[in-house]
């Protein structure tokens, strides 16, 4: 990935920009070869139970990335009658779950990227934007490049 601008591939280049579409992209190229794979197996052998339960690995990680990438927890949650409310997070905590919030989402398209990485050299790999991503945003790269220069010290100096 080109450091120092957006990527020109159509994929994200920040985990605050990834979006559900790519997430469900990456999820529908897995799931199809995942489902021909079992089917060419029969019901019980070992190649058969490797390829359901890897989709089934495969569709958790996108359930959880998806519900991460878009705040919302999946499917219903109940909450119990005349439980207190939630407390209000101050300032400091938003901020610590928004950077924790975005390392998941980093941490869950790498895990996925990874996956669809072993295709990659299958004819048709339609994968190319597909990309481990290496910051949470813009600020964490400019926190980390800032890092690396104070670590590397002064200029001409070993």
């Known amino acids: 990935m080109a450091r120092g601008g957006g990527r020109t591939d159509g994929g994200a280049r920040y985990a605050d920009e990834l979006t559900t579409g790519q997430v ?15 089917g060419a197996h029969p019901p019980g052998s070992e190649e058969r139970i490797t390829a359901s339960a890897l989709e ?5 990680l996108v359930l959880t990335l998806c519900s991460t990438v878009t705040g919302r927890p999946p499917g219903r949650v109940r909450v119990r009658a005349g439980a207190p409310p939630a ?11 928004a950077e924790l919030r975005l390392e998941r989402i980093r941490e869950d398209w ?3 990227c990874d996956l669809a990485a072993q ?22 790269e ?7 220069r ?4 002064p200029p001409g100096q070993d």
């Open 142 to 148: 400019r926190w980390y490049d800032e890092w690396r």
């Open 110 to 112: 790498n895990r996925l």
């Open 56 to 60: 089934e690995a495969v569709a958790a």
């Open 150 to 153: 104070q670590a590397a010290g």
């Open 24 to 38: 469900e992209e990456v999820y529908d190229f897995l799931l199809s070869r995942l489902e021909r794979a079992a």
């Open 87 to 97: 407390p209000v997070p101050g300032d400091e905590e938003r901020r610590v779950r």
């Open 119 to 140: 295709w990659s050299s299958v004819p048709g790999y339609p994968g190319s934007h597909w990309r481990r991503i290496d910051f949470r945003d813009a600020a964490h």
